[in-house]
Structures are given as C-alpha cells and as structure tokens.
C-alpha cells in the first residue's frame, strides 16, 4: 500500500488494514456474484454490476450495507457515473447502453441502442468514451448523450488495429486524460479526448489489464490478471513515468477496484482473496494512520 501526496509527486510506503467485507449477495440470487463494474458516487454510495445475476447493486459507503438491487434483462458490464445521481451501465449482449437514476433507489430512465458491443465505458463533460466491438473490429467511440457517435477509432494513422483488446476505459484529472486497457497487449494506452495515443505503457507480459480506476491526470489503479486468474494484482501506475507497484497481492479472479478519498477507504471486488472465496462480497482497506498533512491513501 501507498501513500500518494496531495502534489501527486511523493510516494510513502504505509499500511492497508483489511476491515469487515460488504455483502453483496441478495437472497433470491443463485448464483454467486461476478462483480464486473464498480462505480463511486459522490454521495458517498458505489454501484456494482453483477454481470453473472443479471443485476446492478447499490451500496451505501457509510454503513457498509446493500440498499437496493435491480435486475437487468441482460449482462451488465462496466458502470460509470455521471451527473444527477445518475449511472450509465453497458449490456454489450444486446448492444445497449442503459441508463439508471440512484436517487432514491436504482430506476432505469433511458436506453441508448449502439450499434456494436459497448463493454467499458467512462464519461466525461457530457460525453460517453467507449470500448466497441463490432464482428472483428475493436475501437473506441466518442458519443453524446443521446449515443449519436461523433468520434470511432479502429486503427493508426499506419492502419493497425488502434488498441488491439479495449476492454475498460477512464478519464480524469485536470487535463483531462484517457487511459484504456488492453489485455491483448499486455499495456494501458494513454490518449487525449480527441483519441490521439500519447503513450502506451507495457506491463508484465503476461498481464491481462482490466478495471481500472483514475486518480489523477497520471495515475490510476490497474486491476492486472493473469490468463490463469490465478495471482492477479492490483496495481498503482503512474502513466508519466511508466513506473507500476503492487498494492495489492495474492488476489484470485481481480475484478475492479475504486478509491474513496473522501472515506479514505479501497474497495476491491474478486472471486478470492487470502484463499478465502470472497465472490459475494466487496472488499474494503482502511489504513493505518489516517491523513497526515494532505496524503492520499491509496
């Protein structure tokens, strides 16, 4: 675990301490979770997709405890939030994106149809960023609101595929910066809004990033498997200076992971943590010792 300072400059090595899972599993379920998506609100609430329930979950960060359930009439995938209480949730089965009021429980308000696959999704300044997926072609999509496509890229100015395997897609800082994952070039793919690659960051050749969840401008946490699931890890990159340190270790099935700076809290979702199997649940690290002088916990 690490400490990064307000200034994003300055990493201090410090301690997670694991505190009391959150369930997640409702009763009528059968089958256990598969916890795909997760999105932080700003109301101190994070919404999952269970892509194996067919389901969205809505859990309030201050007591730890699952407030709501809606099911879905397909998988969902990725989650994030957007404006009003609101979260988009992508159902790439069906080519839709689906759109969810939280406030006071989860109500759909909207469907936007596309015309491939959506799977990751991010949104920034009334505009979605997806990865898309039509037949064999992989790309991303600039979309507004409404899913009119101003922006799809499928290849480089040299006519290779762009992104080889887009799977999860954020943006965030000041700048703002877009980062995808790209588990069939073991690597995350740093971009500007207009979907020009700025630079692409190679990790380990035998990581499969997936989820990842954007701090700043340059750093994001990196959910990083294996083709075996077995020893994932979560990672913090730094996306300037290509350096990566685990946060994370030991984790079997690493779904997606998300920081909270205003409870100083990490939550982790995975099919098994510490030989304990945790599918149901969503994990949460506190630390010791908590801000000091303006660090961020991560």
Same mark, same amino acid.
């Given at each position: 675990?690490?400490?990064?300072?307000?200034?994003?400059?300055?990493?201090?090595?410090?301690?997670?301490?694991?505190?009391?899972?959150?369930?997640?599993?409702?009763?009528?379920?059968?089958?256990?979770?598969?916890?795909?998506?997760?999105?932080?609100?700003?109301?101190?609430?994070?919404?999952?997709?269970?892509?194996?329930?067919?389901?969205?979950?809505?859990?309030?960060?201050?007591?730890?405890?699952?407030?709501?359930?809606?099911?879905?009439?397909?998988?969902?995938?990725?989650?994030?939030?957007?404006?009003?209480?609101?979260?988009?949730? @992508? /159902?790439?089965?069906? !080519?839709?994106?689906?759109?969810?009021?939280?406030?006071?429980?989860? =109500?759909?308000?909207? *469907? +936007?149809?596309?015309?491939?696959?959506?799977?990751?999704?991010?949104?920034?300044?009334?505009?979605?960023?997806?990865?898309?997926?039509?037949?064999?072609?992989?790309?991303?999509?600039?979309?507004?609101?409404?899913?009119?496509?101003?922006?799809?890229?499928?290849?480089?100015?040299?006519?290779?595929?762009?992104?080889?395997?887009?799977?999860?897609?954020?943006?965030?800082?000041?700048?703002?910066?877009?980062?995808?994952?790209?588990?069939?070039?073991?690597?995350?793919?740093?971009?500007?809004?207009?979907?020009?690659?700025?630079?692409?960051?190679?990790?380990?050749?035998?990581?499969?990033?997936?989820?990842?969840?954007?701090?700043?401008?340059?750093?994001?946490?990196?959910?990083?498997? @294996? /083709?075996?699931?077995? !020893?994932?890890?979560?990672?913090?990159?730094?996306?300037?200076?290509? =350096?990566?340190?685990? *946060? +994370?270790?030991?984790?079997?099935?690493?779904?997606?992971?998300?920081?909270?700076?205003?409870?100083?809290?990490?939550?982790?979702?995975?099919?098994?943590?510490?030989?304990?199997?945790?599918?149901?649940?969503?994990?949460?690290?506190?630390?010791?010792?908590?801000?000091?002088?303006?660090?961020?916990?991560?």
């Amino acid at each position: 675990m690490y400490l990064v300072n307000a200034n994003k400059n300055l990493l201090i090595t410090g301690k997670l301490i694991r505190q009391a899972d959150i369930l997640v599993k409702t009763v009528p379920e059968q089958s256990d979770c598969m916890l795909s998506g997760m999105a932080l609100l700003p109301d101190k609430r994070m919404v999952l997709c269970d892509s194996e329930n067919n389901s969205l979950k809505l859990v309030n960060l201050e007591s730890n405890i699952l407030v709501d359930s809606l099911h879905l009439s397909s998988r969902p995938h990725a989650v994030c939030g957007i404006p009003e209480s609101c979260v988009a949730v @992508t /159902l790439p089965m069906v !080519h839709k994106i689906q759109i969810f009021s939280t406030q006071p429980n989860i =109500e759909m308000t909207k *469907i +936007i149809e596309t015309s491939g696959s959506c799977q990751g999704i991010t949104f920034w300044q009334d505009t979605f960023i997806v990865t898309n997926k039509k037949g064999n072609k992989r790309s991303l999509a600039v979309m507004d609101i409404d899913g009119h496509v101003s922006t799809e890229v499928v290849n480089d100015t040299q006519g290779r595929p762009l992104i080889k395997g887009p799977s999860y897609v954020s943006v965030g800082g000041l700048t703002p910066t877009l980062h995808v994952s790209d588990k069939k070039h073991s690597s995350v793919t740093k971009m500007d809004l207009q979907l020009t690659i700025r630079d692409r960051i190679a990790l380990h050749s035998s990581a499969r990033p997936n989820a990842m969840f954007q701090l700043d401008d340059n750093q994001l946490l990196v959910c990083s498997g @294996t /083709l075996s699931g077995i !020893h994932d890890k979560l990672v913090l990159l730094n996306s300037e200076t290509g =350096e990566s340190r685990i *946060i +994370i270790d030991g984790v079997h099935g690493l779904m997606c992971a998300g920081y909270s700076e205003e409870l100083e809290k990490l939550y982790v979702s995975c099919l098994e943590y510490e030989l304990s199997d945790v599918r149901n649940s969503v994990l949460v690290f506190d630390s010791v010792g908590k801000k000091q002088q303006q660090c961020l916990l991560i």
